[in-house]
Each structure stands twice: as structure tokens, then as C-alpha cells.
């Protein structure tokens, strides 16, 4: 069973949940939802899909995800930060991805950190955000992880609701997980 989720930061709680099979690609609920204009989607990396990148931009919708590496994009410009003691801090490139008829312009911010030599590369539709808060956003979407993660060691499989029929045996019937 997977679990796709879309949750109200503010609010903590979820206000979308889908449950489907295993084998269901985490692409499913973001062809699914339409939020209201000025929203802001944060999305793990299994959710790059430039057609639904330009129709949630076309929505005015901003999305923030992390980017998968090896996605084919063309440069259009790009600005590297360095820190006072001679570190780069962060890239930011507006960059243009472009697949058969799609043609999505998008911004492609890497993260550096003090303490490690890794990067962290988000990607968006928003060229306005300060970087500090397209990375701040992205960590938000932890949120939603750290409840099913609380969900899961609070509350035995049976008390999920799903679409699929099982029979149980233990209770002499059917029940849906």
C-alpha cells in the first residue's frame, strides 16, 4: 500500500490522502490535484513530470521539489555565491527543460553546506523566493513523512482504510484496508 498526501503546513493535518497500491507511481496524486492559485507545493524528487511542472505554473501554482540528477536541461543563466571566507554557498541557474512540445522554465538552485562536501539541488518555479526560503519550504515537507512515520509505530496496519477488499480471517469477513 502507498500513501499519497497532500497537507496544509500551517495546519499540520492532512487534507488530501490517497492509498493505492504499492505499484502506483508517486506521480498519481499530483495529476490528481488542483490547489488554488498562490499556493505553494513541495513535492519529493519521484514528482518530475514537466507537463504537470507547466501546468501547475500555467495554475500559478509554485512547487518546490529536489531535483533528480539526471534530468537534460539547457542553461540560461546562472550566478554562483561565494561566503566572505571564500566558500560557495549556493548556485542559482534559470534554467529551460525542454520535451517534445513542453518547453518549462524553471530555477535550479544548488546548496552547499559548511560542514560537507554534498550539495542539495532544488528545483522551482519561483524566481523570487530568497534561496534560504525555497530551502526552508523543501524541509517542510518532512512533515508529512514525520506523521506516517508516527502513524505507523502508534497505530497497527489494520486501523488504515483503504479501496482494496481483503478477507479477514481472524473476524470471520471482509474488511478494506
Not at 554557498?89 to 560542514?115: M, Q, Y
Not at 508529512?144 to 489494520?158: A, D, G, P, R
Amino acid at each position: 500500500m502507498k500513501v499519497h498526501t497532500v497537507m496544509k503546513f500551517h495546519v499540520g493535518v492532512p487534507m488530501v490522502v490517497q492509498l493505492t497500491s504499492a505499484t502506483t507511481h508517486d506521480q498519481y496524486l499530483l495529476k490528481e490535484v488542483h490547489l488554488p492559485k498562490d499556493a505553494t507545493l513541495t513535492m519529493n524528487r519521484e514528482y518530475v513530470d514537466y507537463a504537470q511542472f507547466q501546468r501547475l505554473t500555467e495554475e500559478g501554482i509554485c512547487y518546490v521539489t529536489k531535483m533528480k540528477k539526471p534530468l537534460i536541461y539547457r542553461e540560461l543563466s546562472s550566478v554562483t555565491y561565494v561566503s566572505p571566507d571564500g566558500l560557495v554557498t549556493h548556485t542559482d541557474k534559470k534554467i529551460v527543460f525542454e520535451k517534445g512540445e513542453i518547453r518549462h522554465k524553471a530555477r535550479r538552485v544548488e546548496l552547499w553546506s559548511n560542514n560537507s562536501h554534498k550539495s542539495v539541488v532544488l528545483l522551482t518555479n519561483n524566481f523570487e523566493f530568497e534561496v534560504r526560503d525555497l530551502e526552508n519550504i523543501y524541509k517542510r515537507r518532512w512533515a508529512i513523512e514525520s506523521l506516517y512515520k508516527q502513524l505507523k509505530q502508534n497505530f497497527s496496519l489494520h486501523f488504515f482504510y483503504g479501496n482494496s477488499v481483503h478477507t479477514d480471517t481472524n473476524m470471520g469477513g471482509l474488511s478494506r484496508y
